[in-house]
């Protein structure tokens, strides 16, 4: 409703893509309505890559660079896929500086909380921390709705590639997660 009511007193016509309409326009009204739109699930992707300070900071990357590259934008993208492609650039960027970004497909990290006294959502949480990135990336942006198209876009892989991570991410899960409730 708040974003109707910006847009009526605006006087901005809603616009079924935001992103070209900004492109176009250059109005600030689409980038707002970019960010109600896109920000939780960018953040919450980006959070689940990396801690949630540096996902803070790749989200607040990101939208500056949509402000500054929207020429770059094609409308026959969709505007969360490219918002995604830029978030996972930026991120990467961050770890190669950090240098983190060694071998990402063998990169793991360790649960934080005891399985024992964690609770079902807790437990799969922990067992997604477990996945090496790639895997636990693909799978986070399936988890948003992305098509296998578009994860492939997103994360410049082929089709087969993003298949195979799926794959072998729903099979890790299923042991762990099949491994902690057997006992």
């Not at 949630?52 to 505007?79: F, G, M, N």
Request: with cysteine; charged share 25%; net charge negative.
């Amino acid at each position: 409703m708040l974003i109707a009511l910006k847009t009526w007193l605006h006087k901005v016509s809603p616009s079924r893509d935001p992103l070209e309409a900004y492109k176009q326009t250059g109005e600030d009204i689409y980038i707002e309505i970019l960010i109600n739109t896109y920000s939780q699930d960018l953040f919450h992707f980006l959070s689940g890559q990396s801690d949630r300070e540096l996902a803070k900071d790749i989200c607040q990357k990101t939208w500056l660079t949509v402000v500054e590259k929207s020429h770059l934008y094609r409308d026959q993208q969709t505007p969360k896929a490219w918002l995604f492609s830029i978030a996972r650039n930026a991120l990467l960027d961050e770890f190669k500086k950090q240098n983190r970004l060694s071998s990402l497909d063998e990169q793991h990290h360790e649960a934080t909380s005891s399985e024992a006294e964690a609770d079902e959502k807790n437990a799969l949480y922990d067992a997604l921390l477990t996945l090496p990135f790639l895997q636990r990336e693909a799978l986070s942006l399936q988890l948003e709705g992305f098509s296998l198209q578009e994860i492939a876009t997103i994360t410049h892989s082929e089709v087969e590639t993003i298949k195979t991570r799926l794959r072998y991410a729903k099979q890790a899960l299923k042991q762990r997660l099949g491994d902690s409730h057997g006992e």
